[in-house]
């Protein structure tokens, strides 16, 4: 494998030169435990700054059910340039009406009079509860103790890694650096997943030809002196290579966001369609960024203990190799054999066999191998089982991490979806408990 | 309400005129435990024979990966005649390739034999895990067993439907009388279910144009005597109101069946398109008998706790109100909150939002009714919640059956989903266990 173009870095979010972060628990959920992270409350409540306009990207949930602060995020990426971006977890301000599309809006009002700037230059992320109205009083006193405590430390970028997580068991954080000629360009990342995780996301929310189907957040952020238009597009390449191709549960949110701001303080020469390898190494490290965040989020799905990698090769046409792969990934009871580390083929061709994929019985092999490895240890030949043994199968699926292969021997169609199995422990978690409703989940 | 045109009868497969069953244990899992149902193992081979040739109607999987059984039974009731009925579990004969064609073809050939009928006369189902060749040696000896033991009895009728169970908890069985002029008829019926429960089934094999998507096996018999044609269509127009309208885990398994053999014995005038009481009382016959088997197997789900009627109305189209029940119904965070008995209209919400459906959320009304009643409390009206207290609504969730109904309001297209919520023990079930491979499910 040849030498990545880019090296990791320490942090995330103020990696990149000319950003600031800070993260504040200001009691969304008002579990009324008293106000301020010292009080040893995971945080609430993030703000992610450039020191100057950065051009912005943002793809969106095609969710026909969208939370007010996408709505409102999309229209103002749209203009190509943004500052800020206000987040909070614990409340999604999804299905809240009027009155939620005036709550998002004020939030980014409440960050611009602090920090002196126009609302429009303002995004905002929420994700939580489903139909719960925003506690204001709370949200504004959290947004103004974060715009004072902004600052360029990789823990003030960990703090907002914190603030967003709902579910996740722990924050998700990414950095690289790479060269465009003379200079050194950084991007830095951090997102949050756990549970209604299938995102479909598009850049203005129409939906994709291939219809995909968490709120999965993530936040982008680089020095990186690039065109919007560029921005854009690079966005969409990387986000349909990553984070459009996990599934936790099959459940697609209100909320899925991932932002990009870029400020172009690594003075770089600008990169736009027509640049050459700076494009290319710029688009390499975001699609790094973005598809490490995005199995970060499988990895840490709510009761996940396996991590599994799904290959259809050789479909008809690659939207069928990508119903195969979903159908796989999405099947109740594919994910719970997965849990009981059984190679149930049966239930996968079955799966593949109800998908819209065309698919001929008697031609497709079906074989597992371990996490990065190439050989692949066949269960199903042409349709038929080998004589490979059930117990070698049994370890190859009883790793943390392996992948499958299901190869339909039909055309050139590919498709990979990065997902997991289904656990109790998912259940446990997702039933809730009705007599504390503060404490139940989107 | 009106009364029913039918009343309820004891029994089931036997309580038509004119025909025997018979079912035993023969060991098709090869758990070793010694053959014969007198060691106390449930049984695993069952036959249905009419004392006459009959009208044959059946309906299967939509899979393209469809069993071996299913392509031969498929076949022959194609020829509108057949006799018998031969069927196991332990064993789904699906992913076996030309020896698997053999084996279900050598199955109804031993029925046959023994019975003295031609093979094509008989038919052959099969249900359990994919991918393991059928141990022949058994399975003859038991249909030989069963051959011998048929008669009329009640208790043979409730032989066959334990020896058709795979994770069913309990034996599924349903018989109801009616009039036809002067005559008395009855219909009888059978089915099995637990998991890989998303029936979508056509007489042969073709998807429905509304692609819709366990294995269920369903066996129906009645003394009515009928034109084979006027049986398909009868049989189409209940199973699409039944077992095409149920979703346990949503997913459609490769043998899903239902078969009908009505063999006249009653001695009605021969009910044809152009009856008219004749059909109708039939029709609405056979729609209950179907529809009740087809809730037996929702409540009788693999780990379920609660069964939920999921009613949508007012979509554009009735395709659209089938695409939202659907998403509603087969999304696992809305069937774990079920679980949790948490009225979580947001992840409803969230569900319909991406689904195939075309919604309006300012429009969108969600509420719930104890199961049977028609008052309907509110969650939401056009979009915004009610000022119904979440207490109220917990308590309608907490029934062990309630209806969930959302009213899209943009048309006049309306669906039912029969469906349940998703639980630790389905997933604990459902993982098995890799060191004793004989006892993993399908």
């Given at each position: 494998m040849a030498k990545p173009p880019f090296k990791l870095l320490e942090g995330s979010l103020t990696a990149p030169r000319g950003f600031r972060a800070a993260g504040v628990f200001c009691d969304i959920k008002r579990l009324g435990t008293g106000k301020g992270s010292e009080k040893g409350q995971k945080r609430d409540l993030g703000l992610i700054a450039s020191e100057v306009p950065a051009a912005v990207a943002g793809m969106y949930t095609t969710n026909q059910v969208c939370a007010a602060p996408v709505k409102i995020s999309a229209e103002r990426t749209a203009k190509d340039r943004a500052q800020v971006i206000v987040v909070n977890s614990g409340n999604a301000n999804a299905c809240t009406g009027k009155r939620g599309l005036k709550d998002a809006d004020l939030m980014t009002a409440t960050a611009a009079r602090e920090l002196r700037l126009d609302k429009i230059d303002v995004l905002v992320c929420s994700t939580g509860r489903i139909g719960v109205e925003m506690p204001m009083e709370n949200v504004k006193s959290g947004i103004i103790s974060a715009a004072r405590l902004l600052d360029n430390s990789r823990e003030s970028a960990a703090h907002v890694a914190e603030a967003i997580m709902t579910s996740d068991s722990r924050p998700k954080e990414i950095a690289v650096e790479f060269r465009i000629g003379a200079e050194t360009i950084r991007i830095g990342g951090i997102c949050k997943g756990a549970g209604m995780i299938q995102p479909g996301m598009s850049p203005n929310g129409a939906r994709p030809a291939s219809s995909l189907h968490a709120t999965m957040l993530g936040f982008i952020t680089t020095d990186a002196a690039i065109d919007p238009k560029t921005l854009k597009r690079c966005l969409e390449i990387a986000v349909a290579q990553s984070f459009n191709r996990i599934t936790v549960d099959g459940d697609m949110s209100t909320n899925d966001t991932v932002l990009v701001l870029a400020n172009g303080v690594a003075g770089n020469k600008l990169i736009t369609r027509s640049t050459r390898d700076g494009l290319k190494n710029f688009q390499a490290a975001l699609d790094h960024v973005c598809l490490e965040l995005a199995k970060m989020i499988v990895r840490d799905?709510?009761?996940?203990?396996r991590f599994v990698t799904v290959h259809v090769h050789g479909a008809k046409t690659s939207s069928d190799a990508e119903a195969a792969a979903r159908a796989i990934a999405n099947s109740s009871l594919v994910k719970t054999s997965w849990f009981g580390g059984d190679p149930n083929w049966g239930r996968i061709l079955d799966a593949i066999g109800y998908s819209a994929a065309m698919i001929i019985e008697d031609k497709i092999d079906v074989g597992y191998s371990r996490s990065g490895e190439k050989k692949i240890t066949y269960a199903l030949k042409q349709g038929v089982p080998t004589t490979v043994p059930f117990a070698t199968l049994v370890k190859l699926v009883a790793e943390k991490e392996f992948e499958l292969h299901v190869f339909l021997n039909l055309g050139s169609g590919h498709a990979v979806v990065y997902t997991c199995d289904l656990t109790e422990e998912y259940v446990e978690f997702n039933k809730g408990d009705v007599s504390n409703p503060a404490a139940l989940g989107g």
């Amino acid at each position: 494998m040849a030498k990545p173009p880019f090296k990791l870095l320490e942090g995330s979010l103020t990696a990149p030169r000319g950003f600031r972060a800070a993260g504040v628990f200001c009691d969304i959920k008002r579990l009324g435990t008293g106000k301020g992270s010292e009080k040893g409350q995971k945080r609430d409540l993030g703000l992610i700054a450039s020191e100057v306009p950065a051009a912005v990207a943002g793809m969106y949930t095609t969710n026909q059910v969208c939370a007010a602060p996408v709505k409102i995020s999309a229209e103002r990426t749209a203009k190509d340039r943004a500052q800020v971006i206000v987040v909070n977890s614990g409340n999604a301000n999804a299905c809240t009406g009027k009155r939620g599309l005036k709550d998002a809006d004020l939030m980014t009002a409440t960050a611009a009079r602090e920090l002196r700037l126009d609302k429009i230059d303002v995004l905002v992320c929420s994700t939580g509860r489903i139909g719960v109205e925003m506690p204001m009083e709370n949200v504004k006193s959290g947004i103004i103790s974060a715009a004072r405590l902004l600052d360029n430390s990789r823990e003030s970028a960990a703090h907002v890694a914190e603030a967003i997580m709902t579910s996740d068991s722990r924050p998700k954080e990414i950095a690289v650096e790479f060269r465009i000629g003379a200079e050194t360009i950084r991007i830095g990342g951090i997102c949050k997943g756990a549970g209604m995780i299938q995102p479909g996301m598009s850049p203005n929310g129409a939906r994709p030809a291939s219809s995909l189907h968490a709120t999965m957040l993530g936040f982008i952020t680089t020095d990186a002196a690039i065109d919007p238009k560029t921005l854009k597009r690079c966005l969409e390449i990387a986000v349909a290579q990553s984070f459009n191709r996990i599934t936790v549960d099959g459940d697609m949110s209100t909320n899925d966001t991932v932002l990009v701001l870029a400020n172009g303080v690594a003075g770089n020469k600008l990169i736009t369609r027509s640049t050459r390898d700076g494009l290319k190494n710029f688009q390499a490290a975001l699609d790094h960024v973005c598809l490490e965040l995005a199995k970060m989020i499988v990895r840490d799905g709510e009761g996940v203990s396996r991590f599994v990698t799904v290959h259809v090769h050789g479909a008809k046409t690659s939207s069928d190799a990508e119903a195969a792969a979903r159908a796989i990934a999405n099947s109740s009871l594919v994910k719970t054999s997965w849990f009981g580390g059984d190679p149930n083929w049966g239930r996968i061709l079955d799966a593949i066999g109800y998908s819209a994929a065309m698919i001929i019985e008697d031609k497709i092999d079906v074989g597992y191998s371990r996490s990065g490895e190439k050989k692949i240890t066949y269960a199903l030949k042409q349709g038929v089982p080998t004589t490979v043994p059930f117990a070698t199968l049994v370890k190859l699926v009883a790793e943390k991490e392996f992948e499958l292969h299901v190869f339909l021997n039909l055309g050139s169609g590919h498709a990979v979806v990065y997902t997991c199995d289904l656990t109790e422990e998912y259940v446990e978690f997702n039933k809730g408990d009705v007599s504390n409703p503060a404490a139940l989940g989107g």
